[in-house]
């Protein structure tokens, strides 16, 4: 095998990530499974910062000079960006093949397009509502 064949089955391999209509395409399987993984990183990482800065070991609800709320508030607006970047992957998938009619792979595609959008919206959405628990919650409470 020749370094020339390598470095076109390299390119073909992400032009194959690229193109909508591949069942390997990055955007379509990012905007479908993404928000999902973001969703549950956010809720490990949310609740780690707190865990971490209400501990008895901690001199006052801090970490790195950064208070619990302001990094709660900071890792919920990555991660719900993320959920919109995904979402909007999935947005131009379907966009860019919406007005085609070529059978089984365009129907995947616009499923999968339409699925990615729809679990941007659905876990963004429970992301978002992290910054409305944010504003009403005290940190550092017990609840009894």
Do not use: N
């Not at 905007?31 to 209400?54: N, T």
């Amino acid at each position: 095998m020749t370094a020339e064949a390598t470095t076109d089955g390299v390119k073909q391999g992400r032009r194959r990530a690229a193109d909508p209509l591949s069942s390997r395409s990055l955007r379509l399987w990012l905007g479908v499974l993404g928000p999902p993984l973001f969703w549950a990183a956010h809720l490990v990482l949310g609740d780690l910062i707190f865990e971490l800065g209400c501990s008895a070991g901690m001199r006052r609800p801090a970490i790195f000079g950064l208070s619990l709320r302001s990094w709660a508030v900071v890792q919920t607006g990555f991660f719900l960006g993320l959920t919109a970047l995904a979402g909007l992957g999935a947005h131009f998938a379907w966009r860019t093949v919406r007005g085609r009619d070529d059978g089984t792979r365009l129907k995947r595609t616009q499923a999968l397009a339409i699925a990615g959008m729809a679990s941007a919206a659905i876990y963004g959405l429970l992301i978002a509502f992290a910054f409305v628990a944010q504003a009403i919650l005290h940190q550092c409470t017990t609840s009894l």
